[in-house]
C-alpha cells in the first residue's frame, strides 16, 4: 500500500509539473510553439530571411543590436575560455552529475530479504557524485591525444545495517572511492590518406541503438562504460562505413592504468561481468536517400573467468560466442517511423553448444504538433534457457548489460540479479507501450508501460540467490508488469536535470518469497563546464 500511494503521489508531481512547464511563460509572453523553428541570431545592418511553412518575413537588425544574453546556466567568462583553451594545442572540459535515489525491493522483490524482523533492509537510500575532466591534445592536423579522469563517490544513506552479501549497499558511509581514466586514447585521421580513422586506446563505443554494443564496463554501474580497444572507421561513400574493432577488456581496473586510490577499494572495484574478454566486431552501415539506416553485423565474444573473481560465486562463464544480425530503421511516411533489430548466436558457453535468438523492434507514430507528441509500440524477445534441452538457448546481451529505456528505467538492472549478473536481461519476451511530448521547449515527459514473460521457466520451481532472496516458479512466465516515467529539463548545452521514477508490478513467474512491488526512484542533475 505504501508503495502505491508513493507511486500515485509521484504521478501527480509529473503531472504537475508538466502543467507548470506548459503555463510558463517570459515577460508575460508565451513560450514559442515547439514546432516553431529556431530564431536566427541576428547580424548587425544585415537582413535575415526567416523561412516558416506559411510566409517569409523580413527582418531588419540595427547596428547596435547585442547578441541575446546567455543562459544562467551557462559559465561563459574569461575565467572560463583560459580553462577550456589554455594553449592553442590543448582543449579542457569538466563535467558533474549528482543523483540521489530511493529504491525499495531492488533484490528478489522480497521485502523480507535478509531479515524477517521488519528492518527493512532492501529499501536504500543513496547519493552519486560524479566529476570528469577532459582533454584533447592537438599532436598535428590528423592526430589527437584525448585523455578523460572520472571521479566518483557515493554517499550510503539507506539501509544502516552490515547486511550481506552487498555491504557496498548496507552500511551507512560516504565512500570517496577512486579516480580512474575511462578516456586515454590517440584518434588518428586521415590514415595513409584514405577515408580511415583509428582509435586507439580506451574509448567510448556506441553502435547501433546500443542494444548489444554500448558498456564494456557493467561492473561499475553507469560510471563508465569504456572498452579498451582498436577501431577503424572507414568511410566507403558519403552515406556508407565499416567499422572494424577488436576489444581486450580485462575485469582487473589496473591491467593496464591503476586508478588513484585502488588500493582502498579494489575488493569490490571490477570491470566486467566477473571475466576477462576479448572481441572482434564487423559494422557495416549505410543511410539510402530515402533516410532508412541499414546495419549489418557479426560480433564475436570470448570470455575466460577473471583472476580478479575467482572467489566470487557466480563467477564468470567461459563462452565463445559469434553473433550475427541487423537492423533496418527509418521514417515510413511523415507520422510513421520504426526500428527493426534481429540477431543469431551460436557457438559454446559453460562447455554447452550455444544456440540464442533475439529481436528488438519499435513502431512509432509522431503526431507533428506543437507538442511533438508521439506514441510508440515495441517488442523484445530474448531467447531463455530451455531446462529440457542439451543446448543452451539463452540468448547471450554481449555489451548491452546497461539500463535500456525501452524496457524501463535503472529497475531493471536489479531485478533479474539473481538469474544471472547485476545488469543483464534476459530470457525475456517484452510488449511495450509508449508516449512522450514536449509541454514546452526545455521539457520532455516520456512514459512507458511493459509487459513482461520468460521465454523458458529455466530454473523451475526454486529459490536464488543469497539468503532465499528470489522465489521462482515452474508454472507461470508471467514476469509482470512494469512502469515508467521520466521528466527531462534541458535548457542548453550546459544544464540538464531529470527525475525517474520505475514501478514494477511482480507477475505469477516469482513465487514465494518475492512478489512485493518494486520501485526505482531518481533525481539527476548534470552541469557541463
Request: hydrophobic share 35%.
Amino acid at each position: 500500500m505504501k508503495l502505491r500511494m508513493m507511486m500515485a503521489a509521484a504521478v501527480f508531481v509529473l503531472v504537475a509539473g508538466a502543467a507548470f512547464a506548459a503555463g510558463e511563460t517570459t515577460n508575460g509572453t508565451p513560450p514559442t510553439p515547439a514546432t516553431a523553428p529556431a530564431p536566427v541570431q541576428p547580424v548587425p545592418g544585415e537582413v535575415t530571411q526567416i523561412k516558416t511553412k506559411d510566409t517569409t518575413q523580413q527582418v531588419r537588425t540595427e547596428a547596435y543590436v547585442q547578441p541575446a544574453p546567455a543562459h544562467w546556466h551557462t559559465f561563459d567568462n574569461d575565467f572560463m575560455k583560459g580553462f577550456h583553451n589554455p594553449t592553442d594545442w590543448l582543449e579542457m572540459g569538466l563535467d558533474v552529475r549528482l543523483r540521489e535515489v530511493y529504491a525499495a525491493n531492488l533484490f528478489g522483490m522480497n521485502e523480507e530479504w535478509g531479515d524477517a524482523s521488519g528492518r527493512e533492509l532492501n529499501d536504500y537510500h543513496w547519493q552519486r557524485y560524479r566529476t570528469r575532466w577532459s582533454t584533447k591534445s592537438k599532436l598535428s592536423e590528423d592526430v589527437d591525444f584525448n585523455t578523460r579522469l572520472t571521479w566518483e563517490f557515493w554517499g550510503h544513506c539507506d539501509p544502516d545495517d552490515d547486511f550481506t552479501p552487498y555491504p557496498f549497499f548496507a552500511e551507512r558511509n560516504y565512500d570517496f572511492d577512486e579516480g580512474i581514466f575511462d578516456i586515454f586514447n590517440v584518434q588518428i585521421r586521415n590514415v595513409f590518406d584514405m577515408p580511415l580513422t583509428l582509435m586507439v586506446g580506451r574509448q567510448e563505443i556506441i553502435l547501433g541503438t546500443g542494444w548489444l554494443v554500448l558498456d564494456g564496463t557493467p561492473g561499475d554501474g553507469s560510471r563508465t562504460i569504456f572498452f579498451d580497444a582498436v577501431r577503424g572507421t572507414y568511410g566507403i561513400s558519403d552515406t556508407t562505413k565499416l567499422d572494424l574493432i577488436y576489444i581486450q577488456q580485462y575485469d582487473d581496473e589496473e591491467e593496464y592504468i591503476e586508478p588513484f586510490n585502488h588500493h582502498a577499494v579494489q575488493d569490490r572495484r571490477h570491470l566486467t561481468q566477473k571475466g576477462d574478454e576479448r572481441g572482434f566486431i564487423f559494422y557495416l552501415t549505410n543511410i539510402t536517400d530515402a533516410k532508412q539506416q541499414q546495419e549489418l553485423y557479426y560480433i564475436y565474444k570470448n570470455e575466460e573467468p577473471s583472476d580478479w573473481a575467482e572467489h566470487y560465486s557466480p563467477g564468470g562463464q567461459d563462452a565463445d560466442i559469434h553473433t550475427i544480425g541487423g537492423r533496418l530503421a527509418g521514417p515510413i511516411t511523415d507520422h510513421w517511423s520504426y526500428s527493426i533489430e534481429g540477431a543469431k548466436q551460436f557457438g559454446d558457453r559453460n562447455g554447452r553448444t550455444l544456440q540464442g535468438l533475439g529481436t528488438n523492434d519499435k513502431l512509432m507514430y509522431s503526431f507533428n504538433d506543437r507538442l511533438k507528441n508521439e506514441v510508440h509500440v515495441g517488442y523484445e524477445y530474448l531467447s531463455g534457457d530451455d531446462p529440457e534441452s542439451s543446448a543452451d538457448e539463452k540468448f547471450d546481451t554481449l555489451w548491452g548489460d546497461w539500463p535500456q529505456y525501452q524496457r524501463g528505467g535503472d529497475l531493471q538492472s536489479y531485478i533479474w540479479t539473481f538469474e544471472g549478473n547485476l545488469g543483464e536481461v534476459t530470457n525475456l519476451h517484452r510488449v511495450g507501450f509508449g508516449h512522450s511530448f514536449k509541454p514546452c521547449e526545455v521539457w520532455t515527459i516520456a512514459t512507458d508501460y511493459n509487459l513482461l514473460w520468460a521465454d523458458e521457466n529455466t530454473f523451475g520451481d526454486a529459490v536464488l540467490g543469497p539468503f532465499g532472496a528470489l522465489g521462482v516458479s515452474d508454472d507461470s512466465n508471467f514476469r509482470g508488469q512494469m512502469l515508467s516515467g521520466i521528466a527531462t529539463y534541458s535548457c542548453c548545452k550546459n544544464f540538464r536535470t531529470h527525475f525517474m521514477l520505475d514501478y514494477f508490478i511482480p507477475g505469477d513467474y516469482y513465487d514465494s518469497p518475492s512478489g512485493d512491488d518494486a520501485y526505482f526512484a531518481r533525481v539527476n542533475v548534470e552541469w557541463t563546464f
